[in-house]
């Protein structure tokens, strides 16, 4: 909270109140139900009065008829009252003018709304940074009041009354109580009469130590829902009590000392004879603070050196004008008419306006307008004091800043890494996603530190932490815990091998040489991973669960990464060792071979072509599905070199097909994302062939349309490169995707596949693909497309597919993927059939 924090959300609602004729005990029975510090009296609708705790010392306890006399003989009238809409540094500032506890709250009909108490400003006024750094002792009461527990409540309340104390401390037999003017509203409502207080105090009373912080004391209060305490001086004596207004006081006299020193400098200067307006001249001259004094019409009549340096004014560039050369804009009329207002009716104005420099530039200023009136009490002057606050809020938000991000490394701590982590699961929740925390601790970081020194060990965590962010995903948080210990939060989290494939990334980029201060070393880290929901659904568990599987791969090896799962912790295993394989095997070339289907022509039956389908031989685990280890070369990043491999084979299959003697028909090869997208991807298809001499007609290129959802313009230019080439296009599994007919008149491309999906439902008598086929192949003819039907299985399809303008079959009724040796001779077999 802060002083820019409007009365409405901290006021109390619901007011408590009663009618004038209500008797004393009624009201105070109704306060100490409702635990409330004051009661608003109300007749005819309207507030006529109030009566609080602190009215409750005026109650002489020795006459049994006083509880019973009618409020408003005891009321204070009239009430102090503050608009909602009003800021919570003014509430305080009119407090402290009125010397009152209590505003009535009111709407902008004038209608009672709320109370607002001294309690209520000190709980949210924003004094951590002052509580913080104040000991006890600066802000207590010293000498507090000491009553013996043998006297009698009326001649305690008197003593409390007349030395303006709102609590005693009564020596017991063997302890001390505290009697406040709380427990007076108590008695009041159940005038247990003139009783030794002994019998009323109440116990124990709480203490705290003098050299104690502030805000330690304002816990106390709130955790035990009490107002005072009791300071121990080092001897363990009581030397003082403490309260809420002890505290709000402490901190505004910290708050406004230079600035109140300031203005009684002033005002003692202009209330002095001419004798001593040489001395007010200097006083001026010399504050830090910004002065300026204008006429009854705020024409700017002089200014301080202090205005000049803050404002970058000078007196000839103001003279004569009013205060709004300085305005920023930022606060509306009402602001200014509010702030008129408040001068008119009390004499000054204080509180915080943005303001802007002869540069342009905007600050803060913290203002006070003080009214210079003569002796008839008519206003002469107004003399504004402003200091220039901007540096003390942005210190502010630095403080702000460290209790959420890590000092050395500027990363999320703890702190900010488990509000995030709640926000994911709650996301998650919603969307019935995944999300993944990751535990990260360096190996031998305590090595360097000793070996090197910290100079070096804090460099190489701002390293660490610079790589490891590089390698995350943009949505993903990393946090600093402290030392070595860093969390990764990964929401959106579609399987676990998309988290071992981060792990595996940030392993190996720890892993990589530093080079700090002419030191060249390596260190690495062990990672420990829990998913949401099935390791846990709150931040702290999911926190344990990570913490302890990093502890397993600190165990197991370091370097490397566990699952908090075992049974997924196998799966990642397998998985990394079938990419550790995968990666050998495309380095030697060993296991992977092409295997060819032929596509026939549908009116002769003739081979036209073929599409290339890349197999994995695997030593111990046999033929490797390609929907298992092609997504995982896609996750790994193998791709591009399973994609070169896969080209560098057709070419070499189709010159070997050439030395036969064959005549060779065009081959298909497929495009993932990653291989089209890449840099100088034309080029390098373009070097490969002329290198092995074979003309680009024999390579066709397939892919699918939404690859180029998001880029089309530059996913055209691309394939406008490759048909300049010679190379042909075909689009694969048409139909299924985001067809946009709009961009296919402009693509390059020279055939088009309908997916085997609308060939499987060719005969379903509930949803029959027929009209789908039929509008594709007549489209794709006016485009003057070759139309390939993939997926044909049976007789019957193949003959209803006669019914179509399809031009080319493909599937297993018309030939089954064969390696390249049987394909070439099949080959040779259909040509002499033919």
Same mark, same amino acid.
């Given at each position: 909270m802060?002083?820019?924090?409007?009365?409405s959300?901290?006021m109390?609602?619901?007011?408590?109140?009663c009618a004038p004729?209500t008797?004393?005990?009624?009201a105070a029975?109704?306060m100490?139900?409702?635990?409330c510090s004051?009661i608003?009296v109300?007749?005819?609708?309207?507030?006529v009065g109030?009566?609080?705790e602190?009215?409750a010392?005026s109650?002489d306890f020795?006459?049994?008829?006083?509880?019973r006399?009618?409020i408003a003989q005891?009321?204070s009238h009239p009430v102090a009252?503050?608009?909602?809409?009003?800021?919570?540094?003014?509430a305080?500032?009119q407090?402290r003018?009125?010397?009152?506890?209590?505003?009535l709250?009111?709407?902008?009909?004038?209608?009672?709304?709320?109370i607002?108490?001294q309690s209520?400003i000190?709980?949210?006024?924003?004094?951590e940074?002052y509580l913080?750094?104040?000991?006890?002792?600066?802000?207590m009461?010293?000498?507090?009041?000491?009553?013996?527990?043998?006297?009698l409540?009326?001649?305690?309340?008197r003593k409390?009354?007349l030395q303006e104390?709102d609590?005693?401390v009564v020596i017991?037999?063997?302890?001390?109580g505290?009697?406040t003017?709380?427990d007076l509203?108590?008695?009041?409502?159940?005038?247990?009469?003139n009783?030794p207080i002994?019998?009323?105090?109440?116990q124990p009373?709480l203490t705290?130590?003098e050299?104690a912080?502030l805000?330690?004391?304002r816990?106390l209060l709130i955790?035990?829902?009490i107002?005072?305490?009791?300071?121990?001086d080092a001897?363990g004596?009581?030397?003082?009590?403490?309260?809420?207004r002890?505290?709000?006081?402490?901190?505004?006299?910290?708050?406004?000392?230079d600035?109140r020193?300031?203005?009684?400098?002033?005002?003692?200067?202009l209330?002095?004879?001419r004798?001593?307006?040489?001395l007010a001249?200097?006083?001026i001259?010399?504050?830090?603070?910004?002065?300026?004094i204008?006429d009854?019409?705020t024409? #700017?009549?002089f +200014?301080?050196p202090?205005?000049t340096h803050?404002?970058g004014? @000078?007196?000839? !560039? *103001?003279a004569?004008?009013?205060p709004?050369?300085?305005s920023?804009?930022?606060?509306?009329?009402?602001?200014?008419?509010?702030?008129?207002?408040?001068?008119?009716?009390?004499g000054?104005w204080r509180?915080?306006v943005?303001?802007r420099?002869?540069t342009g530039?905007?600050?803060l200023?913290?203002?006070?307008?003080t009214a210079?009136t003569?002796?008839n009490?008519e206003?002469q002057h107004y003399?504004?004091?402003?200091?220039? #606050?901007?540096? +003390?809020?942005?210190?502010?938000q630095q403080?702000r800043h460290? @209790?959420?991000? !890590? *000092?050395?490394?500027?990363?999320?701590?703890?702190?900010?890494?488990?509000?995030?982590?709640t926000?994911?699961?709650r996301h998650?929740?919603?969307s019935?996603?995944?999300?993944?925390v990751?535990?990260?601790?360096?190996?031998h970081?305590?090595q360097?530190?000793?070996?090197?020194g910290?100079?070096?060990?804090?460099?190489?965590?701002l390293q660490v932490?610079?790589?490891?962010?590089n390698?995350?995903r943009?949505?993903d948080t990393l946090?600093r815990?402290?030392?070595?210990e860093?969390i990764?939060?990964?929401p959106?989290?579609s399987d676990f091998?998309?988290?071992?494939?981060?792990?595996q990334?940030?392993?190996?980029t720890?892993?990589?040489?530093?080079?700090?201060?002419?030191?060249?070393f390596?260190?690495?880290?062990?990672?420990g991973?829990s998913?949401?929901?099935?390791?846990?659904d709150?931040?702290e568990t999911?926190i344990?669960?990570?913490?302890?599987?990093?502890y397993?791969a600190?165990?197991?090896g370091r370097n490397?990464?566990?699952l908090?799962?075992?049974e997924?912790?196998?799966a990642a295993?397998?998985?990394?060792?079938?990419?550790?394989?995968l990666?050998t095997m495309?380095?030697t070339?060993?296991?992977?071979f092409?295997v060819y289907?032929?596509?026939v022509?549908?009116?002769?039956?003739?081979?036209?072509?073929?599409?290339?389908?890349v197999r994995?031989?695997?030593?111990?685990?046999g033929?490797?599905?390609?929907?298992e280890?092609?997504?995982l070369?896609?996750r790994s990043?193998?791709?591009?070199?399973?994609g070169?491999?896969?080209?560098d084979?057709?070419i070499?299959d189709?010159?070997?097909?050439?030395r036969?003697g064959l005549?060779v028909?065009?081959v298909?090869?497929?495009?993932?994302?990653?291989?089209?997208w890449?840099?100088?991807?034309?080029e390098?298809v373009?070097?490969?062939?002329?290198?092995?001499?074979i003309?680009?007609?024999?390579?066709?290129f397939?892919?699918?349309?939404s690859l180029?959802?998001?880029?089309?313009?530059r996913g055209i230019?691309?394939?406008?490169?490759l048909?300049q080439l010679g190379?042909?296009v075909?689009?694969?599994d048409?139909?299924?995707?985001?067809?946009?007919?709009?961009?296919?008149?402009h693509i390059p491309?020279h055939s088009?596949?309908?997916?085997?999906?609308f060939?499987?439902?060719l005969?379903?008598p509930?949803?029959?693909?027929?009209?789908i086929?039929?509008a594709i192949?007549s489209?794709?003819q006016?485009l003057?497309?070759?139309?390939?039907a993939e997926g044909?299985?049976?007789e019957?399809?193949w003959?209803?597919?006669?019914n179509y303008?399809i031009d080319?079959?493909?599937?297993?009724?018309?030939?089954?993927?064969?390696e390249?040796?049987?394909?070439s001779?099949g080959?040779?077999?259909?040509r002499?059939r033919?």
């Amino acid at each position: 909270m802060s002083q820019d924090l409007p009365i409405s959300r901290i006021m109390q609602t619901g007011i408590l109140q009663c009618a004038p004729e209500t008797p004393l005990y009624e009201a105070a029975r109704r306060m100490a139900e409702r635990h409330c510090s004051s009661i608003l009296v109300m007749k005819d609708a309207r507030p006529v009065g109030i009566w609080t705790e602190h009215d409750a010392l005026s109650v002489d306890f020795g006459d049994t008829n006083a509880v019973r006399e009618p409020i408003a003989q005891r009321m204070s009238h009239p009430v102090a009252s503050i608009y909602a809409h009003q800021l919570l540094g003014e509430a305080a500032l009119q407090l402290r003018a009125l010397g009152r506890r209590h505003l009535l709250v009111i709407d902008d009909t004038d209608s009672p709304v709320g109370i607002l108490s001294q309690s209520d400003i000190a709980l949210n006024q924003g004094l951590e940074p002052y509580l913080r750094l104040r000991e006890v002792h600066a802000a207590m009461r010293a000498a507090p009041l000491v009553l013996p527990g043998d006297m009698l409540l009326a001649n305690a309340a008197r003593k409390m009354r007349l030395q303006e104390h709102d609590a005693a401390v009564v020596i017991l037999d063997s302890a001390l109580g505290i009697l406040t003017e709380r427990d007076l509203v108590r008695f009041i409502a159940r005038h247990p009469g003139n009783t030794p207080i002994a019998e009323l105090a109440s116990q124990p009373l709480l203490t705290i130590d003098e050299k104690a912080a502030l805000l330690q004391a304002r816990d106390l209060l709130i955790d035990h829902r009490i107002r005072h305490l009791a300071v121990l001086d080092a001897q363990g004596k009581v030397s003082g009590l403490l309260g809420f207004r002890d505290m709000l006081a402490g901190a505004e006299h910290l708050y406004l000392q230079d600035l109140r020193e300031a203005l009684e400098q002033r005002d003692s200067a202009l209330a002095t004879s001419r004798q001593h307006l040489q001395l007010a001249e200097r006083v001026i001259d010399s504050s830090l603070e910004g002065i300026v004094i204008t006429d009854p019409a705020t024409r #700017i009549e002089f +200014i301080n050196p202090a205005f000049t340096h803050m404002t970058g004014y @000078a007196l000839e !560039d *103001v003279a004569g004008k009013t205060p709004r050369i300085l305005s920023s804009g930022r606060q509306d009329d009402a602001f200014y008419q509010q702030m008129w207002e408040t001068l008119k009716a009390h004499g000054y104005w204080r509180g915080e306006v943005w303001n802007r420099k002869k540069t342009g530039e905007l600050y803060l200023e913290l203002l006070t307008i003080t009214a210079i009136t003569d002796d008839n009490g008519e206003t002469q002057h107004y003399a504004g004091l402003f200091t220039d #606050i901007t540096h +003390i809020r942005e210190n502010e938000q630095q403080v702000r800043h460290l @209790a959420y991000y !890590d *000092v050395l490394t500027r990363l999320p701590n703890r702190r900010l890494l488990e509000d995030r982590i709640t926000l994911a699961i709650r996301h998650a929740h919603r969307s019935k996603e995944q999300l993944a925390v990751v535990f990260i601790d360096l190996d031998h970081f305590k090595q360097v530190n000793d070996t090197l020194g910290h100079a070096v060990g804090d460099d190489l965590l701002l390293q660490v932490s610079e790589r490891m962010q590089n390698n995350l995903r943009e949505d993903d948080t990393l946090a600093r815990l402290g030392g070595d210990e860093f969390i990764a939060l990964l929401p959106g989290i579609s399987d676990f091998a998309e988290v071992t494939c981060i792990a595996q990334r940030l392993i190996d980029t720890v892993s990589a040489p530093y080079c700090i201060n002419n030191h060249t070393f390596r260190i690495g880290c062990s990672l420990g991973v829990s998913v949401y929901p099935d390791d846990g659904d709150t931040p702290e568990t999911l926190i344990q669960n990570a913490d302890a599987a990093m502890y397993r791969a600190k165990k197991e090896g370091r370097n490397t990464y566990r699952l908090y799962r075992c049974e997924m912790d196998l799966a990642a295993q397998d998985n990394l060792t079938l990419e550790t394989e995968l990666r050998t095997m495309l380095d030697t070339g060993d296991g992977l071979f092409m295997v060819y289907q032929p596509l026939v022509s549908r009116e002769t039956g003739v081979t036209v072509s073929a599409e290339a389908l890349v197999r994995w031989q695997h030593p111990t685990r046999g033929i490797v599905s390609p929907g298992e280890f092609i997504p995982l070369a896609e996750r790994s990043g193998l791709i591009l070199s399973l994609g070169e491999h896969v080209l560098d084979s057709v070419i070499k299959d189709i010159l070997h097909w050439q030395r036969l003697g064959l005549e060779v028909v065009p081959v298909a090869i497929n495009l993932s994302a990653t291989q089209f997208w890449q840099s100088g991807f034309v080029e390098s298809v373009e070097q490969k062939l002329t290198q092995a001499g074979i003309t680009a007609e024999l390579i066709t290129f397939e892919l699918t349309e939404s690859l180029l959802l998001n880029k089309q313009a530059r996913g055209i230019e691309i394939l406008t490169q490759l048909s300049q080439l010679g190379c042909r296009v075909a689009l694969d599994d048409f139909g299924t995707g985001y067809s946009s007919l709009s961009y296919l008149q402009h693509i390059p491309a020279h055939s088009l596949k309908i997916d085997r999906s609308f060939i499987e439902a060719l005969d379903d008598p509930e949803h029959s693909s027929r009209p789908i086929i039929a509008a594709i192949a007549s489209m794709a003819q006016e485009l003057g497309l070759t139309v390939v039907a993939e997926g044909v299985e049976s007789e019957q399809q193949w003959a209803v597919l006669g019914n179509y303008a399809i031009d080319t079959i493909q599937g297993f009724y018309t030939g089954y993927p064969v390696e390249a040796g049987t394909f070439s001779t099949g080959l040779k077999y259909l040509r002499n059939r033919a």
